[in-house]
């Protein structure tokens, strides 16, 4: 079956980086489009970043751009979200999904906490 | 960006009872709409997508309609695993834009 197991969260100060990592399993990894999406604490659902199977694309939400980095490794089926120059308002779960169009799987997410 | 706005917040509803959660797009989307549950602690779940279509391993009280710019998800007869947050998602347009979610609460 389809997973997909996020981590590298964790508390970081503002300004600093951090990378996330999302490993999938149970399908073909190089064939699908991938996702972050993320949630602050009792808050809704905000697309982040996706990039295309291939990595030849990637979109960005607007409140990321310049700071965050969508990449890939389909060797290692792994997806991930760099981030760098961190907000506080960058406080969320964090979870990657995959398809292009609509979300067909998740993972259960990893939280990052920015705070001083 | 494609706003999409949600209704209602909250709806109160009684096990074994009709919910009907409401879906606008500022802009027409076409039937490039999905609508995802999502459950305390929990990843979302994808329900619908293509307006219309339920995702596999959805029960068939889960029905979803419209295209353009209103949606409907309908949920014919409440049953208790049914109490959640729903949001709606587009993909028509980059960036994708969900909506604010609807909680739906036991009555």
């Known amino acids: 079956q389809v997973q997909l197991v996020e981590s590298g969260g964790g508390v970081v100060q503002p300004g600093r980086s951090l990378r996330l990592s999302c490993a999938a399993s149970?399908?073909?990894?190089?064939?699908?489009?991938m996702h972050w999406v993320r949630q602050a604490p009792g808050k809704g659902l905000e697309w982040v970043a996706v990039?295309?199977?291939?990595?030849?694309?990637?979109y960005y939400a607007d409140s990321v751009k310049g700071r965050f980095t969508i990449s890939r490794d389909n060797s290692k089926n792994t997806l991930y979200l760099q981030m760098s120059s961190l907000r506080a308002e960058d406080t969320a779960v964090y979870f990657c999904a995959r398809g292009l169009g609509e979300l067909q799987n998740w993972g259960q997410g990893t939280l990052v906490i920015v705070s001083s | 960006e494609m706003v999409m706005t949600q209704s209602p917040v909250t709806l109160s509803v009684s096990p074994g009872e009709r919910a009907t959660l409401s879906c606008r797009a500022s802009q027409s989307v076409s039937s490039n709409l999905a609508w995802y549950q999502q459950k305390p602690g929990q990843a979302p779940r994808l329900l619908i997508y293509g307006a219309s279509t339920r995702a596999t391993g959805i029960p068939a009280r889960f029905s979803g309609s419209g295209s353009g710019t209103e949606f409907t998800l309908t949920i014919s007869s409440l049953q208790s695993e049914d109490f959640a947050i729903y949001y709606c998602?587009?993909?028509?347009?980059?960036?994708?834009?969900f909506g604010q979610g609807t909680k739906v609460e036991i009555k």
């Open positions: 990039t295309w199977y291939d990595g030849s694309n990637k």
């Open positions: 149970g399908f073909t990894f190089s064939s699908f489009a």
């Open positions: 998602q587009q993909y028509n347009n980059w960036p994708r834009t």
